[in-house]
């Protein structure tokens, strides 16, 4: 879409526009001084679908959807730049999305269009996979954590959770297909009582979630509660036979509990609702079982980072196309002395929700840097990935001590990658910290990637994806799985992204992801996470 820059002094005709635009890749059109279209390409009678005869003299606004005028007309007024999405309206009435560029060639605008409808579709439908719940048709857990963060913060709000009672069992004696149908009967009762007053989501399994819009009082959410399990009490029929559901809910509040931690408390009441008689409970700190082992193991890892009892292995990465090593993740174990090896998912969510996620990190990215320097001084030059929590980032000191460390083990910031989960960019303000990070020359990587649209990412300095391996698991046998996969790459490439594929276990995946243009991939099939010497030795054997 790059208009050719013309030479100092010289004057274009409207002859000389006609040529330009005739060789462009995209739709174009020149403009006079009031707007009015003068010419136009053979692509630009294609995009609009009218010959151009018919074009000429019209206004290139009055082409346009009337929502996205006022956006276009301010790009045109002043007669450069580029704009997103804008869609033009044909006769027949469908519509082709677009990205503008001006380009002023005095007297005339030269308006390059690129159509980029494929591109939306695919984006919605990544967007309706990610968003919302397959059986149901329902948004998701994911859909409803953007819409408690997209709240308010000054005025109330309260989430219901509710959980179906003996759901297993009901699964169990008439059989996942019978389960599914009760389901989307229970959500369409579900729809009735709270549908016009709140948000309804479908949870995981058999959990559902009403999100109440800001100035809703605890008293109101209680009264939504009694009619919930009031219209469940009445049968469901699944082929033909009568099928009795309850049900317990659970309550939070915010401000009451903070909008990140709304999700969390509502599901400690829940459990707590099933143990109560009256089937519903609003969340309070007796809700929460922080276990005595908890906290004594938190004890320890705050120990551990202290004393060392902490050690990382790394998995690599390796380019599809060429078969080298392109970089390496590295992972943290630990090794507890009563309790020998803890995985990580014991350990790093409540590091999360104490603040050792803040020491535990540092550490693991002094340990990573110091690896990388003896690599590199053996010869060996690859990226190292370190991940990262949403809550370090939140820390203002954070890019300070990444750049402090880069410096003290004398690695170059550009084989540093951070690693980002998605749901960070959706929860959490991370534009400033990472625009930080990239400028000091870090790589910015998502992790977890296939959930959102990439209108996530717009404004984030990010330089690469992962794509999730839950996707990249079930691409052999799930459609919509192989569908976001080969999206995710299109569109990933479309935006300038390295594209990787994590969790990759067989060659077949392997061969598909190589097929569909994926970059990279890591994985059991390519390696087993590895300590820093087994890697050198692993490398060295590549070799």
């Given at each position: ?9 010289d ?75 804008i869609?033009i ?7 082709v ?9 005095d007297?005339y ?9 494929e ?9 309706r ?68 007053s ?46 009795w ?18 999700l ?7 459990h ?5 008689a ?9 809700c ?27 998995q ?19 090794q ?46 690859i ?11 939140q ?43 990239s400028?000091?020359?870090?790589k910015?990587?998502i ?10 990412l717009?404004?984030?300095?990010v ?19 192989a ?19 994590e ?41």
């Amino acid at each position: 879409m790059k208009v050719s820059e013309r030479e100092p002094g010289d004057q274009p005709d409207q002859t000389r526009c006609e040529r330009l635009v005739a060789y462009m890749l995209d739709a174009a059109f020149v403009l006079d001084q009031q707007g009015k279209i003068v010419h136009g390409n053979k692509l630009a009678e294609v995009l609009v679908a009218s010959p151009l005869s018919a074009l000429i003299g019209q206004r290139l606004s009055d082409l346009l959807h009337p929502a996205d005028r006022d956006v276009a007309l301010l790009l045109l007024r002043k007669s450069e730049g580029f704009v997103r999405n804008i869609r033009i309206q044909r006769k027949d009435g469908s519509l082709v999305w677009t990205d503008l560029m001006a380009t002023r060639a005095d007297p005339y605008l030269v308006v390059v269009v690129r159509d980029v409808t494929e591109q939306k579709r695919l984006e919605e439908t990544i967007h309706r996979m990610a968003c919302y719940d397959d059986l149901t048709g329902l948004p998701n857990q994911r859909f409803l954590i953007e819409q408690i963060n997209a709240l308010a913060e000054s005025r109330p709000h309260v989430l219901l959770v509710i959980g179906l009672d003996r759901f297993k069992e009901i699964n169990a004696a008439f059989g996942r297909r019978c389960g599914d149908l009760l389901l989307e009967q229970i959500a369409s009762r579900l729809k009735e009582v709270v549908e016009k007053s709140a948000l309804l989501a479908r949870l995981e399994g058999d959990r559902f979630a009403a999100l109440f819009p800001e100035g809703t009082e605890a008293e109101d959410a209680v009264q939504v509660a009694k009619a919930i399990l009031s219209s469940l009490e009445t049968s469901f029929s699944v082929e033909g036979l009568p099928v009795w559901v309850r049900a317990s809910i659970g309550i939070s509040l915010f401000p009451e509990q903070a909008g990140g931690a709304l999700l969390r408390c509502a599901d400690l009441a829940l459990h707590a609702a099933k143990k109560s008689a009256v089937g519903y409970v609003l969340y309070s700190p007796a809700c929460d079982p922080q276990t005595p082992l908890q906290l004594e193991l938190m004890g320890d890892l705050a120990r551990a980072i202290e004393t060392d009892q902490l050690f990382l292995v790394y998995q690599p990465k390796i380019d599809l196309k060429t078969g080298q090593v392109v970089g390496v993740e590295a992972l943290v174990r630990w090794q507890h002395p009563q309790y020998e090896l803890i995985p990580p998912s014991e350990f790093l969510l409540p590091a999360e929700q104490t603040g050792l996620i803040h020491p535990l990190t540092l550490w693991v990215l002094k340990r990573a840097l110091g690896d990388c320097q003896a690599w590199h001084q053996a010869g060996v030059k690859i990226n190292i990935a370190v991940n990262l929590s949403p809550r370090n980032l939140q820390d203002p000191k954070f890019p300070d001590d990444v750049a402090h460390l880069l410096s003290e083990h004398g690695v170059a910031a550009s084989f540093l990658e951070l690693e980002i989960p998605e749901r960070g960019l959706r929860e959490y303000r991370l534009l400033e910290p990472l625009a930080r990070l990239s400028k000091i020359g870090v790589k910015i990587v998502i992790d977890d990637f296939g959930y959102s649209v990439f209108g996530t990412l717009r404004g984030f300095p990010v330089d690469q994806i992962k794509i999730d391996k839950v996707f990249i698991n079930d691409m052999a046998v799930d459609y919509d799985s192989a569908v976001v996969a080969r999206s995710t790459i299109e569109l990933g490439h479309t935006f300038h992204l390295s594209v990787v594929a994590e969790g990759v276990e067989d060659r077949e995946t392997m061969d598909r992801l190589t097929d569909l243009g994926c970059d990279a991939a890591q994985g059991y099939h390519l390696s087993e996470p590895l300590s820093a010497e087994a890697l050198a030795q692993w490398l060295r054997e590549r070799a």
